[in-house]
């Protein structure tokens, strides 16, 4: 049993996005213990795309999900999967997803999208910049390609819309792409390009040496399963398999596995549901790409890192539970087939799934409950890399009680 120990601030989840929130509350000068069942990193912020994506300003669907659903039910390989086994636990969040594309909330969701991902570029060139590690990040853009000629007025649509919302793109012409990625197949037609992106060489490392930072900041670390808690006077008491942890306040972030914790201790029901993510790391292709390229038409992404090349993309409802499947991931190199002069090699190739936390309305949670015992911050959906530096700087705001209108957006209560 872990003897118990009194903090300022228990933070339950250490993906990339509880462990920067760790760091900044410590630096506020709060003892901070950080809880996960698995070490730092582990979860979905070891797998993820690895790109920053200011340019991502919309929700996760569009009322073209209507015409997909019925191939999300019946294709297994598609970008977009509904396991039919899970439809019936998956409609009301779904029914939540299609009463938030209505055009009021749907604008809500872009106007709360785009507020965090102004902020992100910004708040991560400091934090890695405030630990030394500034090179973790090329600020070297990002490219979304096209190839079919049926493809360019939506495109050209995407352009307009991205500039209505003030995200810098410019259009690349299939010579333009050529010289800047002339590894990429000489039938690529053009794309958009997006400066103020980038992408993270080592996603799994930024969480690593953010995790040292903020130990050396006096963050204790507890390998530990939360199984549920409770508030009390003075203040929060977690209960783990490891004994009970006792803190001045709590912060909530630990991805698609807050629901239950947050029921637990604020007694409201998050509408929250997982996006499983795949991942194929391609360990022999570090030349390939000099940035982060998407598929317009095959709807996933490829990034260069420091161990390789890594196709990510696709997304499967199937819950927390179901086993992966594979398969999902070994598809992403059969995507790539076409895109290069020359096929990507497999050779020592391997496979990935995590989970991504999804609410309905494509926004996350970042509030302060329960009189300033409960901090939340979960729900990033694909964004969670991106926002993770921003929603720290937030959370550490929260924390002294001096959260801004901007975050209304990003209340419980809004459920």
């Known amino acids: 049993m ?9 933070v339950v989840g250490a993906g990339i996005v509880g462990v920067a929130c760790a760091l900044q509350l410590a630096r506020q000068g709060h003892r901070v213990t950080l809880v996960d069942r698995q070490a730092p990193g582990l979860g979905a912020s070891f797998g993820n795309a690895g790109h920053l994506a200011t340019e991502q300003v919309f929700p996760i669907a569009d009322l ?32 939540r997803l299609l009463l938030n594309l209505r055009p009021a909330p749907f604008q809500r969701s872009v106007a709360g999208i785009r507020t965090l991902n102004e902020g ?17 990040f090329q600020e070297d853009g990002s490219l979304l390609v096209f ?11 995407l352009r307009t819309r991205m500039q209505q919302q003030a995200v810098p793109v ?73 004994g009970t942890l006792k803190a001045r306040q709590v912060l909530v972030s630990c991805g698609a596995h807050s629901a ?38 095959r709807k996933f992404i490829m990034t260069p890192m420091a161990e390789g090349l890594r196709l990510a993309g ?13 398969q999902r991931a070994w598809q992403l190199h059969r995507l790539s087939k076409g ?38 911050a979960f729900g990033h959906q694909h964004l969670g890399l991106t926002q993770a530096a921003v929603t720290a700087e937030w959370v550490g705001r929260l924390a002294e009680q001096a959260g801004g209108p901007e975050m209304g957006a990003y209340r419980l209560d809004r459920f």
């Open 2 to 10: 872990v003897e118990t120990a009194e903090t300022d601030i228990a």
């Open 64 to 95: 073209s999900i209507l015409k997909r659903l019925p191939r999300m039910l019946l294709d297994p390989m598609g970008p977009l999967r509904l396991d039919w086994k899970y439809l019936p636990k998956a409609m009301p969040w779904f029914t």
């Open 170 to 242: 410019d259009f690349w012409s299939a010579e333009t792409v050529r010289e800047a990625a002339p590894q990429l197949s000489p039938s690529l037609l053009g794309g958009l390009f997006f400066p103020r992106t980038g992408h993270f060489i080592d996603p799994y490392r930024v969480v690593c040496e953010l995790f040292e930072a903020a130990k050396a900041c006096g963050v204790r670390f507890v390998q530990a399963q939360v199984d549920g808690g409770h508030l009390h006077s003075a203040g929060v008491s977690l209960a783990s398999d490891r």
């Open 314 to 326: 696709t997304v499967e409802f199937a819950g927390l539970q179901a086993p992966p499947s594979m």
């Open 339 to 376: 895109l290069f002069r020359h096929d990507l090699s497999v050779e020592g190739a391997t496979p990935w799934m995590g989970f991504r936390p999804s609410l309905p309305d494509s926004l996350p949670v970042i509030d302060r409950v329960c009189d300033g015992r409960v901090l939340l």
């Open 147 to 157: 190839e079919k000629p049926e493809s360019r007025q939506a495109l050209e649509a």
């Open 260 to 297: 239950k914790l947050t029921a637990a201790l604020t007694g409201k029901r998050v509408p929250l549901d997982t996006e499983r993510g795949y991942h194929l790391m391609l360990p022999g292709e570090h030349q390939r790409l000099p940035f982060a390229v998407t598929s317009l038409e």
């Open 120 to 136: 992100s570029l910004g708040a991560w060139q400091r934090l890695l910049g405030s630990i030394g590690r500034s090179e973790l």
